[in-house]
């Protein structure tokens, strides 16, 4: 069973940094589309950003942009999310996803595999 684990939630006063991790096992996604999405209390779930395969490519929410930035290791696996200049607005649960496709699907939530979730908050 393809599996995505992510790892680095916590809390952070407003303005500090805090970086999330998503690392695969049972597949291997080095050919494929990663990202996150985020949920918070009461509200949909939302993207937050994309990287390509090659990570030569990445897409960002507007709410992210500028503070946020993902990478990715094909090596490990593992895909990652910066996050600086944090506001209480970014609390929420950020979850890892991954598809074979790129597209549309991905603003709208609709990728195949999902991660658990790690709950980051942030306190003003």
């Known amino acids: 069973q393809v599996q995505l684990v992510e790892s680095g939630g916590g809390l952070v006063q407003a303005g500090g940094s805090l970086s999330v991790s998503c690392a695969a096992s049972?597949?291997?996604?080095?050919?494929?589309?990663m990202g996150w999405f985020r949920q918070a209390p009461g509200k949909e779930r939302e993207f937050v950003a994309a990287?390509?395969?090659?990570?030569?490519?990445?897409y960002y929410a507007e709410s992210v942009k500028g503070r946020f930035t993902i990478s990715r290791d094909n090596a490990k696996n593992t895909v990652y999310l910066q996050m600086n200049s944090l506001k209480p607005e970014d609390t929420a649960v950020y979850y890892c996803?991954?598809?074979?496709?790129?597209?549309?699907?991905?603003?709208?939530?609709?990728?195949?595999?999902w991660g658990q979730g790690t709950q980051v908050t942030v306190s003003s």
């Open positions: 996803a991954a598809d074979p496709y790129w597209g549309s699907k991905w603003y709208d939530g609709r990728v195949n595999y």
């Open positions: 990287i390509s395969w090659s990570g030569d490519y990445t």
């Open positions: 049972e597949r291997t996604f080095s050919s494929d589309p």
